[in-house]
């Protein structure tokens, strides 16, 4: 089987949770509860997406589910396009391919547990300055899973070990190069760090252009001793060259 599409396999299911919209300072601007399934058709292709919101901003004593979806997206995916890379696990990035003057540029990541998705969307306006970002926490309908405590920056330092996948951009090239790697992180490598809910954290440009390579990473602390991280490089012709999966585990 096709590894890109056995990473979107992993994802199939119904997932209930909200999307969060922040501002560019990460300020909730509003919530929208919704529920996303993915079924494969009969003949296993194409893989159906269906995607329901509810009104906005629910009252917390409140059903958020209750009542008829307002909006609703629908997709099927025959293939994976080029825009999205899957790892091993499930879990995927996506964003634009290339970087060009006056266009909005995006980056997603999801992390995938198994009943839980932390899903993380960054916008860029046509100017190159980062905008707004949408925060997605999903969980595997009639599951009773717990979701993660907002991140705490210093929980990441430390040594860490375990697997690299890299998903490069070349259409020749291996698909998916996977690789032992171990990092430690300092003081210094929190710089720049954005903390969210369930575990997260973002690091990226300000500023993003064609003229200038940069790398927009996210990540997710899944348990005191597992981290999570995915990035998307970009070279210096604002072309996306490569994701990277690294799975860690503490030692030190």
């Known amino acids: 089987m096709d590894p890109q599409w056995d990473g979107l396999l992993r994802n199939v299911g119904e997932w209930r949770g909200s999307f969060d919209t922040l501002d560019r300072d990460l300020h909730l ?9 993915l079924e494969p058709s009969p003949s296993g292709v194409p893989i159906n997406l269906r995607l329901l919101f509810w009104p906005d901003d629910p009252p917390e004593d409140v059903n958020p589910y209750r ?16 825009q999205l890379a899957f790892f091993p696990s499930g879990s995927f990035s996506r964003g634009s391919l290339q970087v060009a003057p006056l266009s909005r540029v995006y980056a997603e990541f999801c992390f995938l547990n198994p ?11 046509g100017s190159g300055g980062f905008d707004q970002s949408i925060l997605i926490r999903e969980a595997r309908a009639h599951s009773s899973s717990v979701e993660e405590p907002v991140l705490v920056a210093e929980a990441l330092l430390g040594t860490w070990r375990g697997e690299e996948t890299v998903i490069s951009s070349n259409p020749y090239g291996d698909q998916a190069v996977v690789k032992p790697c171990s990092t430690t992180i300092g003081a210094d490598a929190l710089q720049g760090l954005r903390c969210l809910p369930d575990g997260g954290g973002f690091r990226g440009p300000e500023q993003v252009s064609h003229r200038e390579g940069f790398t927009i990473e996210a990540l997710q602390l899944i348990a005191p001793d597992r981290l999570e ?14 994701s990277r999966q690294q799975r860690l585990q503490r030692v030190a």
Do not use: C, Y
């Not at 601007?29 to 399934?37: E, I, M």
């Not at 998705?117 to 916008?123: H, S, T």
């Not at 991280?229 to 490569?242: I, S, Y």
């Open 67 to 82: 009542g008829d979806p307002v909006r609703q997206i629908q997709q099927s995916f025959h293939h994976v396009d080029r």
């Open 29 to 37: 601007v509003k919530r929208t509860p919704s529920q996303l399934t």
């Open 115 to 125: 009943d839980r998705r932390l899903r993380l969307v960054l916008f860029w306006n």
């Open 229 to 242: 991280r995915l990035e998307r490089m970009h070279d210096n012709t604002g072309a996306w060259v490569m």
